[in-house]
Nanobody, 115 residues
């Protein structure tokens, strides 16, 4: 089992920044990669960014150049630095971990970008 807890969401003006955190606990030693997803009201959940065990990263086109995913292995935490936020970034952001073929999700953290 893997437990994931997101934090760092909030209300920010367009053009501002936020940093989300995802703290992992439990059986984390064989996690293959960790992702951030987001879901806006009435829309399907969408991929945002991924970081692998080796540190490779992948981003959705919509956030490329504005968001940065990183990890602190000592703290078992993955971060999502979000810069130049837009209103369309407003969503609940979820952390996801893949381990032994199983997906684990956090409870989500709300990000609201105002104009």
């Amino acid at each position: 089992q893997v437990q994931l807890v997101e934090s760092g969401g909030g209300l920010v003006q367009a053009g501002g920044s936020l940093r989300l955190s995802c703290a992992a606990s439990g059986s984390i030693f064989s996690i293959n990669y960790m992702d951030w997803y987001r879901q806006a009201p009435g829309k399907p959940r969408e991929f945002v960014a991924r970081i692998t065990n080796g540190g490779s990263t992948v981003y959705a086109d919509s956030v490329k150049g504005r968001f940065t995913i990183s990890r602190d292995n000592a703290k078992n935490t993955v971060y999502l630095q979000m810069n130049r936020l837009k209103r369309e970034d407003t969503s609940v952001y979820y952390c996801n971990a893949l381990r032994d073929g199983l997906n684990y999700w956090g409870q989500g953290t709300q990000v609201t970008v105002s104009s």
